[in-house]
């Protein structure tokens, strides 16, 4: 009698199982989630590069943070209550994302660098940055950081600026005026990067220099000398170049002149 109830409800249990594995498959595809609600498509937010809190190395700059997780600076400040001076110091634990956002996959600070960055988190009061010089913002157009083709465009889901292709020691100019706000080797991937501040909307990056001809803190006018052409990642003579708009990334080309 009981062999004969099992054999009967066989199929419908292979069938329930089938059912069963089929909806596994399709939870398990990659893919944006559908709200069954609005029919929308939820795009997720993509994390910062360092997780929810970074812990301040030395050669960092508040700009050089903000750059590298595709932050508006003034955000990051003002999420770590940091002054109109933008000064950090070596151990401080920076949030990465605005208070009240989730953070259950945020990596715990070890407690030797909390400490470190309660101790280095100053009480002040916000210092007001000093204004660019006039004659360095605005004056003219975008022009290009260097002579040579693009070997690499710009893509939303990859390249985050232009790969110029150029000889080993080409000088390599300043796209537009402004004051630089990070000059060194820290950033991963970069190699040796200056970072230009503009005005308080847009920043540009040169990177895989050989050789940095200004320091943080100087102001530089628009075609003039910053650095000399270095080898890329593939062992070819490039400069990597960006434009950040209040730090995201955004095409080069939609600034430059046609050429």
Same mark, same amino acid.
């Not at 004056?139 to 290009?144: D, L, R, T, Y």
């Not at 110029?164 to 080993?168: F, K, L, Q, S």
């Given at each position: 009698m009981i062999r004969r109830q099992l054999s009967a409800l066989a199929p419908a249990l292979a069938l329930a199982l089938a059912l069963s594995l089929l909806a596994g498959c399709a939870s398990?595809?990659?893919?944006? /989630?559908?709200?069954?609600s609005s029919g929308r498509v939820a795009v997720s937010k993509s994390k910062p590069t360092f997780g929810e809190t970074y812990v301040v190395n030395k050669g960092d700059t508040l700009y050089s943070i903000a750059f590298r997780n595709n932050l508006d600076y003034h955000e990051l400040a003002d999420w770590n209550g940091i002054g109109r001076d933008y000064a950090i110091r070596v151990g401080q634990v920076l949030r990465l994302t605005a208070p009240g956002a989730a953070t259950a996959s945020a990596p715990s600070p070890s407690p030797s660098s909390s400490a470190a960055g309660k101790a280095a988190t100053p009480l002040r009061k916000p210092v007001t940055e000093p204004p660019l010089p006039s004659g360095f913002v605005g004056?003219?157009?975008? /022009?290009?950081p260097t002579r040579g083709k693009v070997a690499r465009g710009f893509d939303n889901g990859g390249s985050k600026g232009l790969d110029?292709?150029?000889?080993?020691g080409q000088i390599v100019v300043a796209s537009r005026g402004g004051r630089v706000v990070y000059s060194g080797a820290a950033l991963k991937g970069y190699g040796e990067l200056i970072?230009?501040?503009?005005d308080d909307q847009y920043l540009s990056a040169y990177g895989y220099n050989r050789k940095r001809l200004v320091a943080e803190?100087?102001?530089v006018g628009p075609g003039q000398p910053i650095a000399e052409l270095g080898i890329g990642p593939e062992q070819k003579p490039l400069l990597h170049f960006e434009i950040r708009d209040r730090g995201r990334p955004i095409d080069p080309r939609s600034f430059l002149p046609a050429r």
């Open positions: 398990d595809r990659a893919g944006p /989630e559908v709200s069954r004056v003219g157009s975008w /022009e290009w110029i292709a150029g000889d080993v970072i230009i501040k503009h803190g100087e102001d």
